[in-house]
């Protein structure tokens, strides 16, 4: 690129490199890649295979055109030789190999959307590792085609070109990944893992690991992740049998004494091309709602986690607090409620 104009290298490099989405990077560059290949149209397109058509496209002048692309691209000669031939530029002329523009499905398209696209200069950029794959297309309606040193030059701005799509798929995935946390750290109390397809962990909130490790004590009942195995089995199941791409959600129940753990697994939307569930937990204790008015909302809270198993020394840890102090709370309990034992306190609540 040594040979372009100072200025317009200048412009399309930051174009490149500080665009964030394709948006962005449409208003920084359209204008300019049409002057410097000489072209009359030029649009972008990103891969979306979470989208229903599949395609993003911008372009100022041709968006019309492309609107319903994905119920045609296969009978686009663009399309199929490109797909075929990943990360080379290349001219119409030598896509189609003597055949003309105007016998194909693509030109007839173009008519019908009042353009003449006579010639395209395009490339499918397709990263290594898929994620940010997208195309560049150039078109012209004149008469002349574009120029073999056209060709060589987006051929070298192939591989900048292709970082930037993989930029936008980044930013896209940190934008949604920083959302999804949000709204979960959001939802007061929320206890849950995200997995990807592969069972990796995305990431779980604060709360998960005590949660599990009271429920499921015996490290042998949980995985190296710390999902009980039972429950990894279960999400195997689901997760090798579903092909929805929409949302779906599964419920199951683990209960104990008077106590419950219910447990939501629900597909997410993808993020950076990685599908993802969300494995959330609420734990439901049975204790009779009319010892609210007999308890300090402190003695209840420890009353539910006695009734759950907890000893002195879990309540203490989970309420943050020391364990004389959680002897106390759990006396105080008993007093109000005049039992002597964990075994009359759940007594008393399974009859109230």
């Known amino acids: 690129m040594g040979h372009l104009p100072q200025r317009t290298l200048l412009d399309l490099t930051c174009g490149l490199v500080e665009s964030q989405s394709l948006a962005q990077f449409q208003e920084r560059t359209e204008s300019l890649l049409a002057k410097l290949f000489h072209a009359d149209h030029v649009a972008f397109c990103r ?9 993003e496209w911008k372009a100022s002048t041709t968006g019309h055109f492309l609107q319903s692309y994905h119920q045609w691209y296969q009978d686009d000669f663009v399309f199929r030789w490109l797909t075929q031939h990943p990360n080379i530029a290349a001219r119409d002329t030598e896509m189609l190999r003597g055949r003309k523009a105007e016998e194909t499905e693509t030109y007839r398209r173009s008519r019908a959307s009042d353009l003449r696209l006579r010639h395209v200069l395009a490339v499918f950029l397709a990263p290594a590792h898929q994620v940010g794959s997208g195309a560049v297309a150039l078109y012209s309606e004149r008469v002349k085609s574009f120029s ?22 980044r930013f896209g995935a940190l934008s949604a990944h920083n959302q999804l946390l949000e709204e979960m750290l959001r939802q007061e109390g929320a206890t ?10 995305f990431f779980r909130t604060g709360a998960v690991t005590s949660l599990l490790e009271r429920w499921f004590p015996s490290r042998s009942d949980r995985d190296d992740g710390g999902i009980p195995r039972t429950w990894r089995e279960r999400m195997d199941a689901i997760m090798a049998g579903s092909v929805l791409l929409t949302p779906t959600t ?31 937990m609420k734990e439901v204790h049975e204790i009779p709602e009319k010892w609210r008015q007999i308890l300090t909302a402190r003695q209840f809270e420890v009353a539910a986690l006695v009734i759950q198993g907890l000893s002195n020394r879990q309540i203490a840890d989970e309420l943050d607090i020391g364990e004389y102090t959680a002897n106390d709370h759990v006396d105080a309990v008993y007093k109000k409620l005049k039992v002597s034992s964990r075994a009359e306190l759940i007594a008393l609540a399974r009859r109230s």
Request: charged residues 30%.
């Open 47 to 55: 891969m979306h295979p979470e989208l229903p058509t599949g395609f």
């Open 148 to 169: 073999a040193e056209s060709r060589r030059l987006l051929q070298g701005l192939t591989p900048a070109l292709s970082g930037a799509f993989q930029n936008f798929a």
């Open 192 to 201: 849950a893992i995200v997995l990807d397809a592969r069972r990796r962990e």
């Open 250 to 280: 599964h419920a199951w129940r683990e209960e104990r004494g008077m106590s419950a753990l219910e447990v939501r697994f629900t597909r997410l939307p993808p993020i950076e091309g990685r599908d993802l569930w969300e494995l959330r």
